[in-house]
């Protein structure tokens, strides 16, 4: 569809109408990319895996096992940020240049101070998370802190397991919910766009949410199904996943942020 809307005055970013079946296209894309460098890709899919292990592990040893299950919603805060690298080799495809592992992990240079700021609000709303999972402890009045067997027998067989787990999973998404809106589009537009601001990619992320409704929520749905499937196995499915949903999003960015002149589309 060619219905474009202006976001800012001026030679600024379009935000482009699309059909609901889209998100299924940028899932190819991503796969395509995904395979067309591997090597980083899965690199990149693996580090914060890795990293969710010793976090995790240093939870249980510090004796604070309640903390777990919100840490690893953090992919769902901090992915953005986390995936500027993937981003980048999707960039670097698209514009036939050379893919390595410097320029990946040198991404976050194309626009360091903005990039950085918009990881800081991310990470702030993943903190918030972890500090609502402590209230929630409190509000239950589970006033000592469980031991990890303690803990998942409170949360999936006591009496107060279904409001507990209810509670927690609507404070969860809708904290998800406002990272997701606020870091959609932001963290590929600022890559693109090396003069942007993170005022101006919030807003082009909200713009494209607005309009593209109902691709957008399929979008969200597909991205929590597979990040949660791959979850299950102890995080593994995530060193594939992740990737795959950072190549599509940065095809779903191509696909509904347009520009008055090509050209600026993308400066390299």
Known sequence: ????????????????????DRPWIWLAAGWRDLWAAPGISLA?????????????????????????????????????????????????????????????????????????????????????WMRVAQLLFALFEWRTVPSWDRFMDLAWHSARSLPFLATGVACGAALAAIAFVLGAFSMPYLLDRRDA????AIATSVAAIRLNPRPILLWAGLIVLLVGLAMIPGLVGLVVVLPLVAHATWHAYRDIVKFADPATASQA
């Open 1 to 20: 569809m060619n219905d474009s809307i202006a976001v800012f005055r001026g030679p600024q970013p379009y935000i482009s109408r699309v059909p609901i």
């Open 44 to 128: 990149w899919g693996l580090l914060p895996v890795v990293t969710g292990w010793l976090a995790s592990a240093l939870l249980l040893w510090l004796d604070l096992p309640f903390l777990v299950l919100p840490l690893s919603a953090g992919f769902f805060f901090v992915g953005p940020f986390v995936a500027v690298g993937l981003y980048e080799v999707s960039r670097r495809l698209e514009a036939n240049h050379m893919i390595d592992g410097e320029s990946t992990l040198l991404a976050w240079r194309r626009n360091p101070d903005q990039i950085a700021l918009m990881g800081l609000v991310l990470l702030l709303l993943h903190l918030a």
């Open 197 to 200: 601001n993170i005022f101006e």
